[in-house]
Structures are given as C-alpha cells and as structure tokens.
C-alpha cells in the first residue's frame, strides 16, 4: 500500500483494516546493510565508553584503594620503626642504667667493708698494745693514750681513701668512781698528745699553750641554758669523755673544745648507737652534720667501733673499754664508683631509723628526744664525682619502676637484740636514672629510621605512579579502540544483537580460542557478525511473528540525482535519512537499512509491542511531512527542482 499524503484518518482507517495486515512476518536480525537497528540516542549512548566510564571508576576506586593502603602502610611501617627504635633505645638505657647501679651498690660497699674492717683492725691493734702497756706499767682501762696517734688514724684515713672531710676520735668508758682519777691523767696527757698531733698534722690555727688554756679539765657538758658554762657531769654511772681526735682541728669548735666532753651528753644519737653497740658488741651506725667551716656542715655517716679489752681470755667476756667516734661524709661512699662520662645515677639514701638530736655540746641527758622523718639524702653520680642534690628525696618519680635498692650497711644485728625503744641501723642506697642519664641514649635513629621508611615508602609509590601512568594510558588508548569499535559494532547491529554477538566471543575467548589473522575487523570473527564457514553452526537469527515494515523511497531522486554534483546528493540523503532517525528515535521504531533512496524500517521488534501497526502508520505519515519540509529547506543549496522531490511509502504487516 502506498501514501503520497497522511492524516489521522488515514492511520485510524489503516487500524480497522487490520485484516488487511495479517500477513506473518519474520525478520532475521542478521540482515546487512549500511544502516543500523538502533536509533540516534542509541547510538549515542553506545557512541560514548559507557562501559569504559564504569571501569575507569572502577579502576580509580582501586588506584585510592591502594593509595590508602600505602598511606596506612607508610604510616604504620614509619611508627612501627620509630617506635622499636625509641624501645631499643629505651632498653639500652635501663640495661646500662641498671649496670651504672650494679656498679655504685658493689663500689660503695666495697668501701664501707673496708672502712669497717679498717676500724675493726685498728681497734684491735690498739685493744692489744694497751693490753701490753698496761702489764708493763701496772695499769689499766680507761687509762691509756694511743701513741703516735695523729700517725695511726691518717693511715685509717689513707685506708679508706677519703677525699673529703673525716673525723675519728677516742671516747673511753669511764666509770662514775674513776672520773677523778681521769681528770687528773688526762690533765697529764693532753699536752703530750697535743704536741704530738700539732707536729705531725703541722697544725697552726692555735698554739699548744693556747690549747691547753682552753681545755676543760674534767668530765663536763655545756650548759645551754646558763651561756655554755662547763659544767661537771654530776649523775651517776658511767660517762663517755672525748679523748684523742684527727684531725687534730676537730678537738675544737670556738669557743668550744671537745677534749673531756661527755659524749652521752652531747649527742641523743650517740647514746642511742652507744646502747646498741654495749648489747651487741658490733658497730652502728647513724647519721650526722659534720663542720666543714665557721657554720657550715654535711651531712655524714658516724659510726661506733668497740675496742675491747683484750686482757680478757674469751672473746665473749671482753669488755667495751672505749669506742672510736667516726664520721665520714656519705658523699665519700660514691666517689669514684664509675668511670668518665658515666653520669646521671640518682642516689637516696635512707635510713631505716628516724632523726635523732645531734648537736655537739648543747643536747641535755633530761631533754626529751621526739621521732621525726627518717634520714634522706639524695646524691648525683656523675662519673668518678658525685654530688649532694639535697636531704630529702629528689628523684624523679617517673623513674619508681626502675629503682634498683641495695643495703649499703647491715651489721647483722637482729631486733630482738637491741635495747627497747631503740632503732637497728640499717641504711638503704634508692638508685634511679636521670633524665640526664635518659637524654644521653637519645639519638635521631628514630627520626632517620622513620624517614628512610617514608622515603622508601615514597619511590615505591612514585613507580606504582609511574607505572599506573603508563598502564592508564595504554588502557585508554585500548578503551579508545574499544569505544571506537562499539560505536561501529552498535551502527551495525541491533542492541540486542550486539550483546549477543559480544557474549558469544567472550565465551570464545574464555574457552581460550585466541583472536587470529582470519578474524573480522577488531579481533571479531565471522561468527560475531552473523557468519559462519563451519559447516552446522548456527547463524544469530529471531523470528518476530507479528512486526509492520514500512518502505519509503523518494519520487523523482534518479532523475534529480543523474543532474547533481556527487555531494549534493549525500548531502540530500544524509539530511533526509537523518531526520527519519529521529522520527524512528521518537516513535520507537526500528531502523533495518538504507539502500540508495530507500529506507526500511520495522515496528513489533525487537521488543514486541501491540500496536506496531498503528505505530508504523503514525511513522510513516510524520515521514511524509518531514520529507516536504526537508526539500523545501534544501531547495535554495540544491536547486530549484528538489522541492519536486516526494515520497512514496508502503506497509507491510
């Protein structure tokens, strides 16, 4: 049937007739030609690297997939190493630490070992020369003078290799009905004993004359309340009068002289070491100030060694028949205990009983003595030196856990030996780092260490970039060649086609079939486009039982055409053809071919509709007048007879 005009009675007209149309049809969607079964925005769509867009989205979300991973990999690969550097570092600090502190404990009671023995030989050889002495002379304790004694304590004081300021004095036990008679020997002694100590000691400070005008001549205290007046010690028992000093400076503290002073007297810690010693037999020890000058002190250790009367056949009923009054500054104890550049080792020392009175002179017997904070001292090792930080503990708390605590004297004595009330001496060594000692193990290997990390870290990434660069751009120039080939494949064929056709080679491919030189354009065989030269394959074709095909071909084109330039009738065609497109786009028509001056299209396929026939009928009457405006368009560039141009259509259902 064919239409040179078209109106809505036409296509309701067509619509009654349908028996007309009842014609089967089937169309095989293999069909060639030059046109394809898609319409424009088909082709558009399929023009443009959908697929491509969607992996390139895929691929980015990898590419910041990875970048993430080398991010947090960098990062916890750069703290992993900066933090097992700055363990390292920190292990190698508390191992040396606990080295410089293995060394102070076994150093310094090294020391006080051989102070101690050094006290006890001492004590000793005196306890037997007297004991010889007094055999000759028919005498006895508490009557005797050590000889050459400045000599003999400076060679304790060698012994003990003190650098500092050390004091060792004689005390004699003496008893409440001897006190006149020792008034008078030492009376008769001191001058003896000074002239001795100024010679050898080469002391200036004060004549012997000056001296012995100065020295109380019998047993006495230094009444505070009454402007020191020397006073006898009037109470019963026994007292303990200061005899023989070195340095031999130490007898005296202006306007005081020490000579003939009650020990039990003078200092509360005294009585307190001198009771525990009477119980045991073994030294003690406590704290105290020793004068370094006009007001100045340190503070010391003092120390009670027993000289025993060795007359006494059996060890166990030896008496105590004197006692060497000893102080040593505790600072003594750490000199020399490391070597050059082993520095920051904080010592506090403590001890285990509280602060006793220690004043020289002034403590009364009937004073009341209360317990107050025990003994704290906190010194600073710095290598052969140390140094006094202050009496009370001034270590750093961050350290508490790495404290290293040793005894650094233990007589032996157990509690239940010593008199009630009183303390056993034992003194405590705390040792912590510093943040001197801490700082020096600090390096910048954690800095260099986590920079190599992020550098190596970094050239990985720069080749991944590089190397993602290089595949990017070979993937877009392959997408380029896929989206170019999509375009052609979807001119050619039907969507639905086309999906098959690509379905059919990937299955190809995945069955490991390689693409050969026999294939078609694109790496597509001939099965993909339909065609098949094995005998029994079978071709890609549908049947489509109920469709409308419309044809249209223009009137009068081969005589326009035979008086037209060659691109004058593309130009004709082209924009024809194109407009039908559109048509077809619009009605949901399917464009089969172009062949010369005709078109073919299809309604009913290839999504099956109902009404294709009225479909097709609108189509081709919108044809009919897009064909008139068209020519008339183009009249003015193609001449004046294409306007005559028409357009015969036909349908077929």
């Known amino acids: 049937m064919s239409y040179k005009s078209s109106t809505d009675e036409d296509v309701r007209s067509v619509t009654s007739k349908k028996s007309q149309?009842?014609?089967?049809?089937?169309?095989?969607?293999?069909?060639?030609?030059?046109?394809?079964?898609?319409?424009?925005?088909?082709?558009?769509?399929?023009?443009?690297?959908?697929?491509?867009?969607?992996?390139?989205?895929?691929?980015?979300?990898?590419?910041?997939?990875?970048?993430?991973i080398l991010l947090l990999a960098v990062t916890g690969v750069a703290t992993a190493a900066n933090l097992l550097v700055k363990e390292q570092e920190r292990s190698n600090f508390e191992n040396k630490f606990a080295g410089f502190a293995t060394q102070i404990v076994t150093v310094s009671r090294s020391k006080a070992s051989q102070f101690i023995g050094a006290l006890?030989?001492?004590?000793?050889?005196?306890?037997?020369?007297?004991?010889?002495?007094?055999?000759?002379?028919?005498?006895?304790?508490?009557?005797?003078?050590?000889?050459?004694?400045?000599?003999?304590?400076?060679?304790?004081?060698?012994?003990?290799?003190?650098?500092?300021?050390?004091?060792?004095?004689?005390?004699?036990?003496v008893q409440e009905d001897e006190r006149e008679q020792w008034n008078i020997y030492a009376a008769k002694q001191n001058p003896l004993w000074y002239q001795e100590s100024i010679e050898n000691e080469e002391y200036t400070q004060f004549t012997k004359e000056e001296l012995l005008n100065r020295t109380i001549p019998f047993v006495?205290?230094?009444?505070?309340?009454?402007?020191?007046?020397?006073?006898?010690?009037?109470?019963?028992?026994?007292?303990?009068?200061?005899?023989?000093?070195?340095?031999f400076g130490t007898i005296l503290e202006n306007p005081l002289m020490f000579t003939n002073i009650d020990t039990l007297l003078a200092s509360a810690q005294i009585v307190e070491l001198y009771g525990i010693t009477k119980v045991t037999r073994r030294p003690t020890l406590g704290f105290t100030r020793i004068l370094t000058g006009p007001g100045s002190t340190i503070p010391g250790s003092q120390i009670i060694q027993p000289i025993f009367d060795m007359g006494d056949t059996k060890a166990e009923d030896r008496r105590i028949v004197a006692v060497f009054v000893v102080r040593l500054p505790w600072l003594d104890y750490f000199q020399n205990t490391l070597a050059e550049?082993?520095?920051?080792?904080?010592?506090?020392?403590?001890?285990?009983?509280?602060?006793?009175?220690?004043?020289?002179?002034v403590q009364r017997r009937n004073e009341s003595v209360t317990e107050?904070?025990?003994?704290?001292?906190?010194?600073?090792?710095?290598?052969?030196?140390?140094?006094?930080?202050?009496?009370?503990?001034?270590?750093?708390?961050?350290?508490?856990?790495?404290?290293?605590?040793?005894?650094?004297f233990d007589f032996g004595i157990d509690q239940s030996q010593v008199p009630e009330g009183s303390?056993?001496?034992?003194?405590?060594?705390?040792?912590?780092?510093?943040?001197?000692?801490?700082?020096?193990?600090?390096?910048?290997?954690?800095?260099?260490?986590?920079?190599?990390?992020?550098?190596?870290?970094?050239?990985?990434?720069?080749?991944?970039?590089?190397?993602?660069?290089?595949?990017?751009?070979?993937?877009?120039?392959?997408?380029?060649?896929v989206a170019k080939q999509d375009r052609i494949v979807s001119d050619v064929f039907p969507t639905?086609?086309?999906?098959?056709?690509?379905?059919?080679?990937?299955?190809?491919?995945?069955?490991?079939?390689?693409?050969?030189?026999?294939?078609?354009?694109?790496?597509?065989?001939?099965?993909?486009?339909?065609?098949?030269?094995?005998?029994?394959?079978?071709?890609?074709?549908?049947?489509?039982?109920s469709v409308t095909v419309v044809f249209a071909d223009l009137v009068g084109f081969t005589a326009w055409s035979s008086a037209r330039e060659p691109h004058q009738v593309f130009i004709l065609l082209e924009t024809i053809y194109g407009a039908f497109d559109k048509l077809a786009y619009r009605h949901s028509v399917f464009k089969v071919e172009t062949v010369g001056d005709c078109y073919v299209a299809?309604?009913?396929?290839?999504?099956?509709?109902?009404?294709?026939?009225?479909?097709?009928?609108?189509?081709?009457r919108d044809c009919l007048k897009k064909m008139k405006d068209m020519t008339i368009k183009l009249e003015v560039s193609l001449g004046p007879d294409t306007s005559d141009l028409d357009l015969r259509t036909g349908i077929h259902r």
């Open 21 to 68: 149309f009842t014609i089967q049809s089937s169309h095989s969607s293999s069909g060639g030609g030059s046109a394809s079964g898609n319409s424009p925005a088909e082709q558009q769509v399929y023009a443009s690297p959908t697929i491509g867009k969607r992996e390139e989205a895929n691929v980015m979300r990898a590419r910041g997939l990875v970048a993430l």
């Open 120 to 173: 006890d030989s001492f004590s000793s050889s005196i306890g037997a020369h007297a004991t010889t002495e007094h055999v000759l002379l028919n005498t006895s304790w508490p009557f005797y003078t050590v000889p050459e004694w400045s000599v003999q304590a400076q060679k304790i004081a060698q012994q003990i290799t003190t650098e500092n300021y050390f004091e060792i004095g004689t005390a004699h036990v």
């Open 220 to 247: 006495h205290f230094y009444d505070t309340e009454n402007d020191f007046l020397p006073t006898p010690v009037s109470q019963p028992g026994e007292v303990l009068p200061y005899y023989q000093a070195f340095p």
């Open 341 to 361: 550049g082993e520095d920051g080792i904080v010592v506090v020392l403590e001890s285990a009983c509280p602060k006793l009175p220690d004043d020289i002179g």
């Open 372 to 408: 107050s904070d025990r003994y704290v001292i906190t010194f600073q090792v710095n290598g052969p030196k140390a140094v006094m930080l202050g009496e009370a503990d001034l270590h750093d708390p961050k350290y508490d856990a790495l404290v290293v605590s040793q005894v650094l």
């Open 423 to 481: 303390c056993v001496p034992v003194v405590n060594l705390h040792m912590y780092p510093s943040a001197e000692l801490e700082d020096s193990f600090k390096t910048d290997n954690d800095i260099i260490y986590t920079a190599v990390v992020v550098v190596i870290f970094a050239f990985t990434s720069l080749v991944f970039l590089l190397y993602d660069f290089s595949v990017g751009r070979r993937q877009r120039t392959v997408m380029d060649r």
């Open 496 to 545: 639905a086609i086309r999906d098959r056709l690509y379905e059919n080679q990937a299955k190809k491919m995945m069955n490991g079939n390689d693409v050969d030189a026999d294939d078609g354009p694109f790496g597509l065989d001939e099965t993909f486009y339909g065609r098949s030269n094995t005998i029994g394959s079978a071709p890609l074709a549908d049947l489509f039982p």
């Open 602 to 620: 299809a309604t009913g396929l290839p999504e099956p509709t109902d009404d294709h026939a009225v479909v097709a009928c609108r189509f081709a």
